[in-house]
């Protein structure tokens, strides 16, 4: 199932969207980083992993209720881009824990994804320019696109961006 979703390059699985068994939880030490935001960007890619066993459903079982006062919806863009930065190089970390070789390109294509993204959406230049590490994104691109997009990330962060948010 991650190899698919990852292959789609399409790896959004708010904890939200699923059911755990309590002992699978536990037996892994599955728990969220206190503290941080869009945690289960962190969280559901090692669920993914650690599973030996997916169900999916087509049929709709949550009812999501969107609160404007959330901390979802808070606009705290220095925070995002900085969590999700620390959430790419956590999960290049555990990316070596992977040992499905065609799984591991992928999900280290993830992280660069998420580096990516985390500075462009969030502006994260213009908060905290020291943070941004213009090579982290080129050492985990495994796809050609990404690849194009990390080369350009590491010439000028900022010419990415306006790209990124251009398009």
Same mark, same amino acid.
């Given at each position: 199932f991650?190899k698919?979703?990852?292959l789609?390059?399409n790896?959004?699985?708010?904890?939200?969207?699923?059911?755990?068994?309590?002992?699978?939880? +536990? /037996? &892994? %030490?599955?728990f969220f980083? *206190?503290?941080?935001?869009?945690?289960?960007?962190?969280?559901s890619? @090692?669920?993914?992993?650690?599973?030996?066993?997916i169900?999916t459903?087509?049929?709709p079982?949550?009812?999501y209720?969107?609160?404007?006062?959330?901390?979802?919806h808070k606009?705290?863009? +220095? /925070? &995002? %881009?900085?969590?999700?930065? *620390?959430?790419?190089k956590?999960l290049a970390?555990y990316?070596?824990n @992977?040992?499905?070789?065609k799984?591991?390109?992928?999900?280290?294509?993830?992280?660069?994804?998420?580096?990516?993204k985390?500075?462009?959406v969030?502006?994260?230049?213009?908060?905290?320019?020291?943070?941004?590490?213009r090579?982290?994104?080129i050492?985990?691109?495994?796809?050609?696109?990404d690849?194009?997009?990390?080369?350009i990330?590491?010439?000028?962060p900022?010419?990415?961006?306006y790209?990124?948010i251009g398009i």
């Open positions: 991650m698919k979703e990852l789609k390059r790896l959004s699985i708010p904890a939200c969207m699923a059911c755990y068994r309590t002992e699978f939880i +536990k /037996k &892994n %030490g599955l980083k *206190e503290g941080i935001l869009h945690e289960d960007v962190r969280w890619p @090692i669920v993914l992993h650690k599973s030996k066993k169900i459903l087509r049929t079982v949550y009812h209720l969107i609160r404007t006062q959330s901390i979802s606009s705290n863009r +220095k /925070k &995002n %881009g900085i969590d999700l930065i *620390e959430t790419a956590f970390s990316s070596k @992977i040992i499905n070789k799984t591991r390109i992928y999900f280290e294509n993830y992280v660069c994804m998420t580096y990516l985390a500075v462009a969030n502006n994260v230049l213009y908060y905290e320019p020291e943070s941004v590490d090579k982290f994104p050492q985990y691109a495994r796809v050609p696109i690849i194009i997009r990390s080369i990330f590491m010439i000028s900022r010419l990415y961006c790209i990124y």
